[in-house]
């Protein structure tokens, strides 16, 4: 079975702190996706980045940054420098490579950043 | 851009009231979705369609039907609305290719009184 653990389920922090969102993930798949969403207050889910399960390079984008690593099956985001807009509900997301293609989220973590 | 478009983004229904809930996509993605987002539990997958006419139950189908009669247009259906039915419904889609993002919806904030 496939399962997704974002175990903070709120974090706050003041403007131009680092923040990371921790996203650990099971599968018995060798072949499988990991997606980072990010739900703002006006409720649609916004894609911030898709990363395979043989590419384990880290990628920065901007403020964002995620780390992926296999040998603990996390696959990590962190914002630098946050900003009151970065506050929304993070969503990590599993999609294995069988069967019709489901989506396995997380519970979400709730990001404030207070000016 | 791609765009899925979900016919609401509130609705109040009472209990035993049949709910359709409608979804369209422009991009011509193949597979469509419909999760429902609760607090604590994250996105719970209700249906699936991967073609016009074809369906698969999710996580969570019971006291729900779909229906996908054209390809940019699935519909989610509370046959008998029921007060735990009460919650987010978000639509998405995404291309048959294997590991490409899924794109949603604005969601359907549905109360059920």
């Known amino acids: 079975a496939q399962k997704v653990t974002q175990a903070q389920t709120e974090i706050s922090v003041v403007e131009k702190e680092d923040v990371t969102l921790d996203c650990v993930y099971e599968t018995r798949d060798t072949t499988y996706y990991l997606f980072w969403y990010k739900q703002p207050p006006s409720g649609e889910l916004v894609f911030l980045i898709r990363r395979n399960s043989f590419d384990e390079q880290n990628e920065i984008s901007g403020r964002y940054s995620w780390n992926f690593q296999k040998s603990t099956s996390s696959f990590n985001f962190t914002i630098t420098a946050s900003q009151v807009v970065d506050s929304a509900v993070y969503f990590c997301?599993?999609?294995?490579?069988?069967?019709?293609?489901?989506?396995?989220f997380g519970t979400g973590t709730r990001l404030l950043v207070s000016p | 851009d791609v765009k899925v478009t979900q016919s609401s983004r509130y609705l109040v229904k009472r209990t035993g009231e049949k709910v359709f809930l409608e979804c369209v996509q422009d991009m011509d993605h193949e597979n469509m979705f419909w999760y429902r987002q609760d607090p604590g539990l994250g996105l719970r997958l209700i249906y699936f369609?991967?073609?016009?006419?074809?369906?698969e139950k999710g996580d969570i189908p019971e006291g729900y039907s779909v229906s996908r009669e054209k390809k940019e247009r699935f519909s989610l259906i509370l046959e008998s609305a029921s007060t735990n039915q009460t919650s987010m419904y978000l639509c998405?889609?995404?291309?048959?290719?294997?590991?490409?993002?899924?794109?949603f919806g604005q969601g359907t904030r549905l109360t059920v009184v």
């Open positions: 997301a599993l999609r294995v490579n069988t069967g019709f293609q489901k989506l396995v």
């Open positions: 369609s991967y073609d016009v006419k074809m369906k």
């Open positions: 998405a889609s995404s291309p048959s290719v294997q590991g490409l993002e899924a794109f």
